[in-house]
Nanobody, 123 residues
Framework: QIQVVESGGGLVQAGGSLRLSCAAS????????MGWFRQAPGKEREFVAA????????YYADSVKGRFTISRDNAKNAVYLQMNSLKPEDTAVYYC????????????????WGQGTQVTVSS
């Protein structure tokens, strides 16, 4: 079992950058695929990016491909989401989540979730 806590959200102008961090507790962190999801007001939570336990594989939603980069540091029990060229439509609460065996793009297959961090992109 692990716990995850997100940080790094904030207000940024369009075209700017933010780096989200996800700190995880638990000795088995390195066994989990880690994902980032987001939920905008009035919309369903959607997949943003994921990274395999070994960091060998990364996955992105088409809407963020080329702008966002997911990474992890298993020695620090941390996952990061570097967000560049931000757009107003990236405004959402961003969630970090962990799954050991689930499909990376399916939110209901993630076992552990953080409370989220707000990202607001102004035009």
């Amino acid at each position: 079992q692990i716990q995850v806590v997100e940080s790094g959200g904030g207000l940024v102008q369009a075209g700017g950058s933010l780096r989200l961090s996800c700190a995880a507790s638990g000795r088995t962190f390195s066994s989990y695929t880690m994902g980032w999801f987001r939920q905008a007001p009035g919309k369903e939570r959607e997949f943003v990016a994921a990274i395999s336990w070994s960091a060998d594989n990364t996955y992105y939603a088409d809407s963020v491909k080329g702008r966002f980069t997911i990474s992890r540091d298993n020695a620090k029990n941390a996952v990061y989401l570097q967000m560049n060229s931000l757009k107003p439509e990236d405004t959402a609460v961003y969630y970090c989540a962990a799954t050991m065996f689930g499909s990376y793009w399916l939110l209901y297959e993630y076992d552990y979730w953080g409370q989220g961090t707000q990202v607001t992109v102004s035009s």
